[in-house]
């Protein structure tokens, strides 16, 4: 009796594994597929689609050990595209926004925060669509938002639209917009993964799990660079409005 019972209790374990491994898989496909072409927004991909096996914390867990991942891969390859002053002033900024982030989730419910963010991004791309001119934003400008993207990134893992409205203002390069992108999550991600790790919420375990999908995820950054490579600049920012569009609904709602 008692063995019965002990093997339909694997059996079940392991199907729930397997489930776990097959949308670990796909979101994380999907996610960093378009974090590798458009530079930012693979949470935003990969998040809706682990939480349908994944709880939110074990989801939050696997995302950064992604984008650490991602960013070990992409940085060096995109260093010389890097607006190097701009991912300095950024990274100041973040780390602050960032302990303040974490001091938040840790002691409040912030979730009227998000809707706010949501409600500010779309304020954003409304601009961005109706406006004739480009939004000009001055030093002390990007230096607010910077803090503000290192915030929302300690609470919510959202900082991206924020931090693309900082990088796109500074420069009209598709390429530099793509890879400071990547550089600022990158030391983004270095801030987030040891507070995870001390909050217990990042284990070995996740690091295991990471390694069983990681050819997938390969994949993705491969077929990613290729869909960049084919694209030109007013699809690339149609794509960076319309992913900004998608977060503030998602933010929001």
């Avoid at 960032?98 to 809707?115: E, M, Q, R």
């Avoid at 400008?141 to 893992?157: E, K, T």
């Avoid at 295991?208 to 999908?213: A, F, G, R, S």
């Amino acid at each position: 009796m008692r063995s019965s019972i002990s093997l339909a209790v694997n059996s079940k374990l392991k199907k729930m594994q397997t489930e776990v491994i097959l949308v670990l898989a796909l979101g994380i496909f999907a996610g960093f597929f378009v974090q590798t072409a458009i530079g930012f927004a693979g949470a935003l991909i990969a998040l809706p689609i682990l939480l349908f096996s994944i709880q939110l914390p074990d989801a939050v867990a696997y995302i950064s050990i992604f984008y650490l991942y991602s960013s070990v891969f992409l940085i060096a390859k995109e260093w010389n595209n890097i607006d190097r002053n701009m991912l300095f002033r950024l990274a100041l900024t973040s780390i602050v926004g960032v302990v303040l982030g974490i001091l938040v989730l840790a002691n409040s419910k912030p979730l009227i925060l998000k809707k706010f963010l949501g409600i500010f991004i779309l304020l954003y791309v409304a601009y961005g669509i109706l406006g004739k001119r480009k939004l000009q934003l001055k030093k002390g400008g990007v230096i607010g938002l910077g803090v503000l993207a290192g915030f929302f990134s300690g609470v919510f893992s959202t900082g991206g639209p924020l931090y693309v409205m900082c990088i796109e203002n500074q420069t009209n390069s598709i390429k530099s917009i793509r890879a400071t992108m990547i550089g600022v999550l990158g030391l983004v991600t270095l801030t987030r993964i040891p507070a995870l790790a001390i909050g217990g919420i990042l284990t070995f375990n996740h690091l295991k799990m990471t390694l069983i999908v990681f050819p997938v995820f390969l994949l993705a950054q491969f077929l990613g660079k290729q869909a960049f490579k084919k694209t030109n600049e007013p699809l690339y920012e149609k794509s960076i409005l319309l992913l900004l569009l998608v977060s503030g609904l998602t933010l929001l709602f």
